[in-house]
């Protein structure tokens, strides 16, 4: 690990070999397209802040260049004023001196204000876009499938698009207005230095190119760094979840495992210092070095100015005004480079945001105008399913019709494909092959909305949300979060009435420990909220419980599913469970090994099979023996 990140830059992969890198200034304009798309996303989120920023970076241009003409003019009402004869010339001249150091603490009172005005706005603009891309992140997070969530890459896509998200988009608005204002101020020392020498002018101009293209070029190493540790940040990430997170923390000081995360997180983090330590050091050692250029440039023209004011051919106003003049140029030019120089770095990360926002997604389907039902109820055609990546596949040949208003359970060891199976059902995964119908139509056919008010289901590693109990029993159906008396009913129903009893604030009362006045629950107490919460789902007429049950004790389940197969009487209920007092109720039994359909029937039919189903069943029988 340590070898890898000791590099300033990832070795290039194989494609990458093949396929000679762009040249620099390829590289460079190519990386300025996301800048209209980035524009367009400020002016969306903050126009009225746009247009102020806009007119007060105008302004701020002016303001240079009119207070060193002014500096100028005190200059030489001074030096004119002990020349003027006594009386009332003397005191017209201390007037002028008077009136011109007036007007330059204006011009000063102008540009304090100009840039605190400037300040605030970049603040209030920066706080509303962070907000409004943050809510794009997540909005699109929202249309992806469950196929991204499992994607390493994909959450590094996440990862590098929230990292700096609410900041870069700012800066490079910032950058732009930054280039139009030293422009405009460039442009107006060079109206007066053209006077004195257009050769200074140009090498004063060209000095400052070297050390823009080297902060360039860095610029473009620091975000190829930070795009390739992408994944070791994430897993920095996590090491400090895990150390420092309720979740985890019984396991770490039971098991004694802080220290070596702790070990492990040291270690990465002294990778990552290492990696930007030697970038910075170099970054700046020849930044430093080749803005030396730009300093012998300047004074050399200093020289020159004062030689001639020396000699008389300048006057000692027109010398101040030069000297200002050059060395404000050239800090105008300067900015200007550093500006497109923060530009490059800006669209590159903008890159990343831009690369997440267009990951594609599948379009809901509009169902037909008029829907045939040929059939009621669930139907697997030759379906089969495998992850990215993986070469075996999770389910395979899968055909089976669950009739509308049966009870099936799914029995099978771990990894048989039963969770699988029901992320189909749900479609939350597509089929690698075949199709799965719903009376009749495939479910690629059907509204998402329309097709998952249709489903309540709970599975195995149901959510903890660190709300209160109405949030969560509510949110199995958040649009009836208010109506409390179907809230009741379902925690009835799910058998979590006496838990919310002894709670302090009944129903309102917050659950977890990450806020204040949080109560903690058992395990059990959190799968009863969590049946609850299925429950809340009264207008669904497929029910599924993907082994919620597992830390109840085997009467208490038994009791939770009595009351399911009560109260989904005329539905269709699917369940997986592997204790068999519980799978024997349903109407039919299927039995997954290997992602394949080996038997199914009732309990007596496969008991008196004697196949898998009937050995797993005397396995288990045997342990209460």
């Avoid at 800066?171 to 204002?181: A, E, G, P």
């Avoid at 210092?273 to 023209?301: E, G, K, M, P, Q």
């Avoid at 204790?579 to 290997?594: G, K, N, S, W, Y």
Wanted: proline letters at 4%.
């Amino acid at each position: 690990m340590r070898e890898r990140c000791g590099r300033l830059a990832p070795p290039h992969s194989a494609s990458s070999a093949a396929t000679p890198p762009l040249p620099f200034w390829s590289r460079a304009l190519g990386s300025f397209s996301h800048t209209p798309r980035t524009l367009a996303l400020v002016w969306r989120s903050s126009p009225g802040g746009l247009m102020a920023v806009a007119l007060l970076t105008l302004l701020s241009a002016a303001l240079p260049v009119t207070m060193a003409w002014v500096g100028k003019l005190i200059v030489d009402a001074v030096v004119a004023a002990p020349q003027a004869a006594p009386g009332a010339a003397r005191e017209l001249a201390y007037a002028h001196v008077t009136h011109w150091v007036l007007v330059e603490l204006g011009i000063i009172v102008g540009i304090g204000l100009v840039e605190r005005g400037l300040g605030l706005l970049r603040q209030l603009v920066g706080s509303r876009l962070g907000i409004d891309l943050n809510v794009m992140i997540m909005e699109k997070a929202l249309q992806l499938d469950l196929r991204h969530f499992e994607d390493a890459k994909f959450y590094d896509k996440l990862t590098r698009a929230r990292r700096e998200a609410s900041s870069r988009p700012l800066s490079l608005v910032q950058q732009n207005f930054q280039i139009v204002r030293s422009v405009l101020t460039l442009a107006g020392f060079t109206a007066v230095l053209l006077g004195f020498s257009p050769w200074a002018v140009g090498g004063l101009l060209l000095a400052a190119v070297p050390a823009f293209i080297s902060e360039a070029r860095f610029s473009g190493v620091a975000f190829r760094l930070r795009n390739w540790r992408s994944p070791d940040a994430r897993r920095l990430n996590y090491l400090e979840y895990v150390i420092a997170n309720d979740e985890h923390v019984k396991e770490v000081k039971l098991f004694g495992l802080g220290p070596m995360l702790l070990d492990r997180y040291k270690q990465l983090a002294e990778t990552f210092y290492d990696d930007d330590r030697r970038l910075a050091v170099r970054r700046t050692a020849w930044t430093a070095a080749l803005s030396l250029i730009a300093n012998a440039a300047f004074y050399s023209c200093y020289l020159v100015i004062a030689l001639a004011a020396a000699a008389g051919r300048l006057s000692l106003g027109a010398m101040t005004l030069y000297v200002v003049a050059f060395r404000q140029g050239q800090g105008a030019f300067q900015s200007i480079l550093s500006a497109f120089s923060g530009m490059y770095e800006d669209n590159l990360y903008m890159s990343n945001l831009f690369e997440y926002l267009a990951i594609p997604t599948n379009p809901p389907a509009a169902p037909p105008a008029a829907a045939v039902r040929t059939e009621s109820g669930i139907r697997f055609e030759n379906v089969g399913f495998q992850y990215a990546g993986a070469k075996e596949w999770a389910l395979r040949g899968i055909s089976l019709f669950i009739p509308q208003g049966e009870s099936l359970a799914l029995v099978g060891e771990n990894g048989a494909g039963k969770t699988t199976f029901i992320k189909l059902l749900t479609r939350l995964y597509e089929p690698t092959e075949g199709r799965v119908l719903l009376d009749g139509r495939d479910l690629r056919d059907w509204d998402e909305t329309a097709l998952r008010r249709r489903v309540g289901v709970i599975f195995q590693d149901f959510n903890q949300y660190q709300f209160a109990v109405r949030e969560n029993v509510g949110f199995g159906s958040a649009e009836h979060l208010a109506d409390v008396p179907r809230i009741n009913q379902a925690v009835e129903r799910g058998g979590a009435a006496e838990v919310v009893a002894a709670l302090p604030a009944g129903i309102e009362t917050q659950l977890g420990r990450w806020f204040q006045d949080g109560v903690e629950l058992s395990g059990g107490q959190w799968q009863k909220v969590a049946l609850a919460r299925a429950f809340m789902r009264e207008e669904a007429d497929i029910l599924v419980l993907d082994e919620p049950t597992a830390a109840l004790d085997a009467a208490a389940e038994h009791a939770v599913f009595e009351r399911f197969r009560s109260l989904t009487h005329g539905r269709t209920a699917i369940l997986i469970s592997h204790r068999f007092p519980t799978v024997r109720m349903a109407d039919r039994i299927v039995v997954l090994e290997h992602g394949q359909i080996i038997e199914q029937g009732t309990h007596t039919e496969l008991l008196a099979a004697a196949g898998r189903y009937a050995q797993l069943f005397k396995l288990q029988a045997a342990g209460y023996l």
